[in-house]
């Protein structure tokens, strides 16, 4: 009796399955690939084997994201692109998501992405992203003229490929733009691409050396964020920082411009051209690099530092790290450049010291921001275990107009009971008359450590009666 039952069961239960199949079999060609779009292509492809219905269905998908890493050699790779986009032309189906990691491991692998973007830069390509790894520099891929006058493209990502000489451009569309490791024409080629796009609001630029560019120029009345970049090369890329090239800058002409990062110090001049009221983040991670550290007082370097620090002034919430606070602190010791301005509209800050910048440095970076109400601060290669080299450390007397009036909130990241934090805790509770928090990123490795971090830190005394030390 039970097995009759359990048959009938096992019987009613493949029916159903067959008839869930059926169902979804049914569905219009249309309504299929939208819902496998969702889906990683990989995934995609394997469904070609459910059945016979569904053989081809995975070809009509409008996005795809494939990688050369997951065929069995390079040539694997490039028949199966070749069939799928011989295939799309013949159905009209046409793509609007294209995304390729290609990597080319030997010159003598035949190039591709040309004539690939030649067949999907269609009317309904939207977002594009090309990258290639492991490529010599002398044979890179070529972007072809047909991606430049692409209408309705609105992303694009291009990471180490050759971008050629610039007929005309034409993207109305395109908001983002990343351009990653890639070789141009000329600056005014790449400054073409930049500028023409009227629509562009995100760009991301990271260049490494060579790529036949001297002076990074962006100019656009739409720009709303940017990061610029410049890496020395690796491997058949390499080039010494001492021999990057003079007379190689960064030219910002963006009136619209709200967030900045900047990660290049290998330019001789970073400038910003346009009134910078509209900032309201920068993050200022690697301007000026050992090439500024000079020994005699030059008037156009000079001239560049200030200049740059004067245009961002007027920033709203600013991130500076440790590399930047050490060229800080050397201009401080040795007079060589001038003072920072005062950023009077700061009211957010994010920084990182090394310890051996931090006595002098903290205090005398705090004057420039007057109206300062929240500190994030940390302490970059720290070891805790090296306590011998810091103990002698004591944070300056001077008391930043910031610590009388504004800052509210303090916040120590990566903090433990070395006496580097414990100076830091202790210059901010007695010298900050309205503090109401001050924020402990506690590290340590066991409780009873912590226990006596807390007794240390409720021992010391506040200048501000209404502050609380928050552990997290």
């Known amino acids: 009796m039970e097995e009759r039952f359990s048959k009938q069961q096992r019987m009613y239960d493949e029916s159903y399955i067959r008839a869930k199949e059926d169902m979804i079999s049914k569905l219009p060609d249309s309504l299929l690939c939208q819902i496998l779009s969702y889906l990683p292509t990989k995934d995609t492809v394997g469904t070609s084997v459910l059945s016979h219905r569904w053989k081809s269905v995975w070809l009509l998908v409008p996005n795809l994201d494939l990688s050369s890493s997951e065929f069995p050699d390079y040539n694997a790779f490039v028949s199966f692109m070749d069939r799928l986009l011989a295939f799309s032309r013949e159905e009209n189906s046409l793509l609007y998501k294209l995304k390729l990691s290609i990597q080319k491991e030997d010159e003598k692998d035949q190039s591709c992405v040309t004539r690939w973007i030649d067949s999907v830069a269609n009317p309904k390509l939207k977002h594009l992203d090309i990258e290639c790894t492991l490529a010599n520099r002398k044979f890179l891929e070529v972007i072809p003229q047909s991606l430049y006058v692409c209408d309705t493209l609105v992303s694009l990502r291009l990471h180490r490929v050759s971008l050629g000489e610039l007929e005309s451009v034409s993207l109305p569309s395109l908001k983002t733009m990343r351009l990653e490791h890639n070789v141009y024409a000329s600056d005014a080629s790449l400054e073409l691409l930049i500028s023409s796009p009227p629509a562009l609001e995100d760009l991301s630029v990271v260049r490494m050396v060579p790529d036949n560019v001297k002076v990074l120029r962006v100019r656009s009345q739409s720009l709303t964020s940017f990061h610029v970049d410049y890496l020395l090369g690796e491997g058949d890329d390499y080039v010494d920082a001492l021999v990057r090239g003079e007379g190689s800058g960064v030219l910002i002409d963006a009136p619209r411009l709200k967030y900045l990062k900047f990660d290049d110090d290998l330019s001789d001049s970073k400038i910003i051209t346009t009134n910078t009221v509209s900032l309201d983040k920068v993050n200022v991670?690697?301007?000026?690099?050992?090439?500024?550290?000079?020994?005699?007082?030059?008037?156009?370097?000079?001239?560049?530092?200030?200049?740059?620090?004067?245009?961002?002034?007027?920033?709203?919430?600013?991130?500076?790290?440790?590399?930047?606070?050490?060229?800080?602190?050397?201009?401080?010791?040795?007079?060589?450049?001038?003072?920072?301005?005062?950023?009077?509209?700061?009211?957010?800050?994010?920084?990182?010291?090394?310890?051996?910048?931090?006595?002098?440095?903290?205090?005398?970076?705090?004057?420039?921001?007057?109206?300062?109400?929240?500190?994030?601060?940390?302490?970059?290669?720290?070891?805790?275990?090296?306590?011998?080299?810091?103990?002698?450390?004591?944070?300056?007397?001077?008391?930043?107009?910031?610590?009388?009036s504004s800052l509210e909130s303090v916040k120590i990241k990566r903090f433990n009971r070395g006496p580097v934090n414990m100076e830091v805790a202790r210059y901010f509770l007695e010298n900050s008359l309205v503090l109401k928090k001050l924020v402990l990123d506690f590290r340590c490795s066991v409780v009873e450590e912590g226990f006596y971090m807390l007794r240390d830190l409720l021992a010391l005394p506040r200048r501000s009666s209404s502050c609380q030390v928050l552990l997290c």
């Open 285 to 404: 991670a690697f301007v000026f690099g050992e090439h500024d550290f000079i020994d005699v007082v030059d008037l156009p370097k000079r001239n560049i530092v200030r200049g740059f620090f004067n245009s961002i002034s007027g920033v709203k919430e600013m991130k500076i790290s440790s590399h930047t606070i050490e060229f800080l602190d050397y201009n401080r010791e040795y007079e060589l450049y001038d003072p920072l301005p005062q950023f009077c509209n700061v009211s957010t800050l994010k920084v990182a010291f090394y310890v051996s910048n931090l006595d002098m440095m903290l205090p005398t970076l705090l004057e420039s921001f007057p109206n300062l109400k929240s500190l994030v601060l940390k302490l970059d290669y720290y070891d805790p275990s090296r306590e011998e080299e810091a103990e002698d450390i004591r944070l300056s007397s001077v008391v930043p107009p910031c610590l009388m």
